[in-house]
């Protein structure tokens, strides 16, 4: 299971993230995507850690909690969606204005 962790501040650090879920267990990994454009963390991550135990009591304590002056998001990562990707979104088929 994978630990989906939202609405962080932009300066949060691997270690911050690290030094939070260490309280509840070894951390396997951290996931910290960042925009392709600016490489700025996008505000989100995701952790990994030892047992499915750990991580469902970190989720219980941490979902809601403020940490750096923020409100955390924390549940069990969903599978990525595919969406549709932009050039196909709206290729043709539809209503014709003249």
Do not use: C, H
């Not at 505000?43 to 979902?63: H, K, P, R, W, Y």
């Amino acid at each position: 299971m994978t630990v989906y962790v939202g609405n962080l501040s932009y300066s949060v650090t691997e270690e911050d993230l690290t030094s939070v879920f260490a309280e509840y267990g070894p951390v396997k990994r951290i996931k910290m995507p960042v925009d392709r454009e600016t490489g700025r963390m996008r505000g989100f991550a995701f952790v990994d850690m030892e047992s499915e135990e750990q991580e469902t009591t970190a989720i219980e304590d941490l979902d809601g909690a403020e940490w750096m002056e923020r409100v955390l998001k924390v549940n069990k990562a969903r599978p990525r969606e595919n969406s549709p990707s932009r050039s196909s979104y709206n290729s043709g088929g539809g209503k014709r204005w003249e």
